[in-house]
Nanobody, 114 residues
Framework: QVQLVESGGGLVQAGGSLTLACAAS????????MAWYRQAPGKQRELVAA???????TYADSVQGRFTLSRNNAKNTVYLQMNSLKPEDTAVYYC????????WGQGTQVTVSS
């Protein structure tokens, strides 16, 4: 079994910064892709950013240049540095790990006030 524990969400003013962390633990050899998704009220869950075990990253157009995703393979942890936050970034952020199948974290709330 695999567990994903997310941390770092909270309330921040527009223009501020937050860093989310997602730590994976359990019985696995390696995680190919780790990613962050988000889901705002009334909207579909969308990909925010993803990173492979080799460090290749991809970002949603809406966060490109503001968010940075990094990964510590030794700790099976990813970090999402979010800068210049906007009210439209408000959502529940979910971590996803692609192993033999996708695993999801429980979600962490990010609220950006205007």
């Amino acid at each position: 079994q695999v567990q994903l524990v997310e941390s770092g969400g909270g309330l921040v003013q527009a223009g501020g910064s937050l860093t989310l962390a997602c730590a994976a633990s359990g019985n696995f050899l390696s995680i190919y892709v780790m990613a962050w998704y988000r889901q705002a009220p009334g909207k579909q869950r969308e990909l925010v950013a993803a990173i492979t075990s080799g460090g290749m990253t991809t970002y949603a157009d809406s966060v490109q240049g503001r968010f940075t995703l990094s990964r510590n393979n030794a700790k099976n942890t990813v970090y999402l540095q979010m800068n210049s936050l906007k009210p439209e970034d408000t959502a529940v952020y979910y971590c996803k790990a692609s192993i033999t199948r996708p695993y999801w974290g429980q979600g962490t709330q990010v609220t950006v006030s205007s």
